[in-house]
């Protein structure tokens, strides 16, 4: 079964901004868009005799589930759409979400964050604990302007292989090139290129319309990944299982708060 894509939608501008990106990810790749608006607990349940499951669509003028699924039925006519409410937190409605989801797609901040807020707590909880691949939109998300690259964030001694599938399998559907950036540890010896080629060489093969540039910065991983962000239309990073649930690490942290553009984070299996 085709599982959908999955956004998550409260009204704020971010949150309006990441539906739009999800439908246009969910057409490239085939699949169907799920739209969430989570209600909080103390809403009357009374349409939805299970709270904590999906209700059924609203009609209100005013309902943000309502006006999000109107525009993108207007500009994505060939999408098809579903849309859930459901009584639960934000984190927790969404969380359970990624588990039936191809993909989910948030905005970094919404309707709750304050002015210079760049990542909300929903955003960092999802990046860091959701069970499918987690695409997070910046607070002011990349306009319509050409990107020239998919960028992936890679430690070539411990490679992420889930990251790699999602970051070619998204440079070849998009027909772009893809950066592979890598910083070596301090001290490590000589060599890190040849074992960056090595670690590429069997997904080049395998996605041969791919054009992957590995790119072994002498700069810090994360201030090297969030100046590739700049011309990207998406970054990609892998998240190991931490020894700590729901820790995403220091570079997943520096990345998702000053990236400029849509941030992909990959659990590994």
């Known amino acids: 079964m085709d599982l959908p894509v999955a956004v998550g939608v409260d009204g704020s501008e971010p949150s309006l901004a990441a539906a739009d990106w999800a439908a246009r990810e969910a057409l490239s790749l085939g699949r169907a ?32 589930l309502h006006e999000v699924c109107r525009v993108l039925a207007v500009r994505y006519p060939r999408l098809e759409t579903r849309a859930d409410e459901v009584h639960d937190v934000a984190p927790a409605a969404l969380s359970a979400a990624a588990e039936d989801a191809e993909l989910l797609v948030v905005g970094a901040r919404g309707a709750g964050g304050f002015p210079g807020l760049r990542v909300g707590s929903t955003a960092l909880h999802l990046a860091a604990r959701a069970g499918c691949p987690t695409v997070v939109l910046p607070v002011e998300p990349p306009g319509q302007d050409p990107r020239e690259r998919i960028v992936l964030g890679l430690d070539a001694r411990r490679p992420a292989e889930a990251a790699l599938e999602f970051a070619f399998a998204a440079a070849d559907r998009h027909g772009l090139p893809l950066r592979v950036v890598h910083a070596p540890a301090a001290g490590v010896p000589d060599g890190e290129d040849e074992l960056l080629a090595r670690v590429l060489a069997p997904w080049r093969a395998a996605r041969p319309g791919v054009e992957a540039v590995a790119d072994g910065t002498g700069a810090g991983a994360g201030p090297a990944l969030v100046e590739a962000s700049a011309k990207a239309r998406l970054l990609v990073l892998g998240r190991r299982r931490p020894l700590l649930v729901g820790a995403l690490g220091p570079i997943g942290h520096a990345v998702l708060h000053h990236s400029l553009c849509p941030v992909a984070v990959v659990p590994e299996a």
């Open 33 to 64: 868009l799920r739209v969430l608006h989570a209600l909080p607990l103390t809403s009357d349940p009374s349409s939805d005799p299970s709270p904590g499951r999906s209700a059924g669509r609203r009609t209100g003028v005013g309902d943000p």
